[in-house]
């Protein structure tokens, strides 16, 4: 697995916190999703980690989704694409997406996490 990561900061969830998962394509084709349950185990400007039940077999699929996330109060659209897929113990898999977020979105994001750190519900790794 590579990395292209470039931001100096990921913040990690001291718990994980329950959001939501939206999948917008599959292969390049519109779908309609529910959203589906999952956990946000970190996060920074452009990327996270979730983990779920759900196998969505990302390796031999291209999935663009939109992770549902309430930081503080507000509930958050971050739209990306899955990059990897990592099967951990008891069928729970975790997923990397790449975030595509506005110049805008990663304002806010910034400000909610340096709350979530004040309030030590995230640890910057």
């Known amino acids: 697995m590579t ?16 959001c939501w998962i ?29 983990q779920t039940r759900l196998d969505l ?6 999935i663009a989704a939109t992770v549902h996330v309430r930081l503080n109060e507000d509930l958050h659209k971050f739209p990306g694409s ?15 997406l790449s975030l595509e977020l506005t110049d805008e979105m990663k304002e806010c994001l910034n400000i909610e996490l340096r709350s979530l750190a004040a309030a030590r519900r995230i640890v910057v790794l």
């Open 3 to 18: 990395t292209r990561r470039t931001e100096p900061f990921r913040y990690s969830m001291v718990t994980p916190l329950l």
């Open 22 to 50: 939206e999948i917008r394509e599959i292969n390049e084709v519109a779908v309609n999703s529910k959203l589906a349950e999952v956990e946000l185990i970190d996060i920074s400007k452009s990327g996270c980690r979730i």
């Open 82 to 96: 899955i990059r990897w897929q990592k099967e951990h113990e008891n069928a729970v898999f975790h997923y990397g």
């Open 57 to 62: 077999r990302a390796s031999t699929h291209q």
